[in-house]
């Protein structure tokens, strides 16, 4: 229940990084930065959107969607070997997204976004939990 527990936090942190720089976006305001970098030299970047949608818009539909599949988890024991599963390789595909995100700042954009390298570190601890639930042997 300990990685359970761990993967819905993580899920809802997701979903307060993403929120924020979505809400931030809509509204036109600017970003506050902990780490005292331009955080919209990156999210108002060319690399800002995928097929027309927003990076965080597609952050935040990924951490929903970790959040409820875990909630299945937990409540419908019908499905939770399925889903158990799947999360190893959802959140492993998130991984891969975000390490292509970050590779971008560091190497075409050459800036940092605080939000987005949270996020990219949200989704590698999603990636390793997701591992011990699929595979509990693991310790």
Same mark, same amino acid.
């Given at each position: 229940m300990v990685f359970e527990t761990l993967f !819905?936090? !993580?899920s809802v942190l997701g979903i307060a990084d993403a929120g924020y720089l979505t809400y931030k976006h809509t509204r036109k305001q600017p970003l506050i930065c902990p780490i005292g970098n331009d955080c919209s030299v990156v999210t108002e970047s060319t690399w800002s959107h995928i097929f027309g949608v927003r990076n965080e818009v597609l952050g935040l539909l990924y951490y $929903?969607?970790?959040g409820c599949a875990m909630l299945i988890v937990l409540f419908a024991s019908s499905l939770d070997g399925?889903?158990?599963?799947?999360l190893p390789l959802v959140t492993g595909i998130g991984v891969l997204f975000s390490l292509f995100l970050v590779s971008l700042q560091a190497f075409v $954009? /050459? /800036?940092y976004c605080f939000y987005c390298l !949270?996020?990219?570190a949200i989704s590698f601890l999603l990636f390793l939990v997701a591992l011990r639930l699929f595979f509990p042997a693991i310790s």
């Open positions: !819905l936090v !993580l $929903i969607g970790m399925t889903i158990v599963w799947l $954009i /050459k /800036k !949270l996020s990219a």
